[in-house]
């Protein structure tokens, strides 16, 4: 039976190796990490993230070919295959600060590979890295190697939260990158078999090494390239009475640019745009391509910018200020179907309005209580390393003594002056917005940072409705003129 090996239990490691194990019964697939919480919550009833038919898949091969473990060693030791799916943050400091990925936890893992293994390895990252990261690799296994040979693949994963099931399981394409000489042929060829289980082989692409590592920050960098675009159209559409989503209809009409990715909103979010453009923004200047780094500079600072405008709109729409009002925010997750808040720009919403001492009540489906206060008390660094080496509470120096956790919509909105939707949950478009308006201060105000309300319905029942990229009320629109305009 071949064997595999997960490093890395998180949002990448657990659902790609689940998968593998469902669609693979014949090969032995254990997931391990250092973090005895993490595992044990892959062991139990209440996994450790949220995503769409997760719990079924692991479920059904849990206990059979599909292991969870903290014993790190041994089944890097006994795997054929070994799967790299550590944290590659942010640098905190030093060379690169703020921009180049931080390898310490990749380092850590070859040097833990070269340390243990007896046998000759396939090691495939997975984990999102810096182009030519697998020569590093390479070397640090290269110099402990006591006479086994290593493979070195790179495999990074294309998944979208929320659907990271669905996209592995009928992925458009995957990934495989290798060395070009016969050892290195013969290992992509092995990881191809693996996967011809259950992807067609026309999706099956193969590449040179660098190529893949270079596939994934380029992928990225364009979607959020494209996210940063329509935001940037949203406030045109604003200041010239044009309509963002009328806009992006016609846009999705175009066959070259087509539908995907055209919805204004509050801003992007997750665990991979800003740290890959950075990356990205690095690797350019390393190699003198000034002009390029600052091109993709502009993505993220467009995406600063569409946050930084949503909260200018909320405190200047309403009478400047928003110090002591209750400010009912919907949504915390950066996208719906997902439990992840890394990067999620409710954050930065959310402590923009604190910093105006509003009084916020959070409400989200999915979200613990403990993360988003964590998430509210965590600097913009600390948020990308792994979750063991996170603050262990929330802390209240933080203005969270103004952060009150709902329980559900209508405890949020009850006595509130605004609500704010950061999330677009399907059942946020169900509210009973009737209910919600006679609980709430009037004026009643609603900022839909996802643009998936009816405004009119809203209007008609009396809220004064601010949509991105949508032609604001006159009313407001002087509201805003005669505030610090942004």
């Not at 193969?206 to 949203?234: G, P």
């Not at 209809?249 to 990715?261: D, E, M, Q, T, Y």
């Not at 719906?336 to 309005?353: F, Y």
């Amino acid at each position: 039976m071949v064997k595999l090996c997960g490093i890395g239990a998180g949002y990448v490691g657990g659902p790609t190796m689940a998968v593998i194990a469902l669609k693979c019964p014949s090969i032995e697939v254990a997931v391990v990490d250092i973090s005895q919480s993490r595992i044990s919550a892959w062991n139990s009833d209440k996994l450790p993230i949220y995503e769409p038919g997760l719990e079924n898949v692991v479920k059904q091969c849990r206990g059979k070919n599909l292991i969870f473990s903290t014993d790190v060693e041994r089944h890097v030791q006994e795997a054929d295959i070994i799967f790299v799916s550590v944290n590659t943050p942010t640098k905190a400091r030093g060379l690169g600060a703020g921009k180049a990925a931080d390898l310490t936890y990749w380092e850590s893992a070859a040097r833990m590979i070269a340390d243990v293994c007896t046998s000759d390895k396939i090691v495939v990252e997975k984990s999102t890295v810096p182009v030519r990261t697998a020569e590093a690799i390479e070397q640090i296994l290269a110099h402990k190697s006591k006479g086994i040979k290593y493979q070195i693949l790179s495999n990074p994963e294309f998944l979208s939260e929320g659907t990271a099931v669905q996209d592995l399981l009928e992925p458009d394409r995957v990934l495989i990158g290798g060395n070009e000489g016969p050892e290195g042929q013969e290992a992509i060829k092995k990881l191809k078999d693996i996967y011809a289980h259950w992807v067609s082989e026309d999706k099956i692409i193969t590449t040179n090494i660098w190529s893949a590592e270079l596939s994934k920050l380029a992928d990225n960098a364009f979607l959020a390239q494209r996210i940063s675009s329509i935001n940037a159209m949203s406030a045109l559409c604003e200041a010239t009475g044009a309509q963002v989503s009328q806009v992006s209809l016609a846009l999705s009409k175009n066959p070259k640019i087509g539908p995907r990715f055209l919805n204004a909103s509050v801003g992007f979010g997750g665990s991979c745009f800003q740290k890959d453009i950075l990356n990205l923004v690095y690797i350019c200047e390393c190699n003198g391509l000034v002009e390029v780094a600052n091109y993709w500079k502009q993505v993220i600072k467009v995406n600063d910018y569409q946050k930084s405008r949503f909260v200018q709109r909320v405190v200047s729409s309403m009478f400047n200020t928003v110090s002591g009002k209750k400010i009912a925010v919907l949504g915390f997750a950066f996208k719906k179907d997902t439990s992840d808040t890394r990067k999620t720009p409710a954050i930065d919403v959310c402590k923009g309005l604190l910093g105006d001492d509003a009084c916020l009540s959070i409400y989200d489906p999915r979200v613990s209580a403990d993360q988003i206060k964590k998430d509210l008390s965590m600097n913009n660094v600390q948020w990308d390393h792994p979750i063991h080496l996170q603050p262990l509470s929330s802390s209240s120096s933080n203005g969270l003594e103004h952060v009150d956790i709902a329980e559900d919509v209508y405890e949020a909105t009850k006595d509130a002056h605004g609500i704010c939707i950061l999330t677009e949950w399907d059942e946020f478009k169900g509210i009973d917005f009737q209910r919600v308006f006679d609980d709430m201060q009037k004026p009643a105000f609603v900022f839909d940072g996802r643009n998936i309300l009816d405004v009119g319905k809203l209007r008609e029942i009396g809220f004064i409705v601010y949509s991105i990229g949508s032609p604001v009320e006159q009313w407001l629109n002087n509201t805003v003129n005669s505030a610090v305009p942004f």
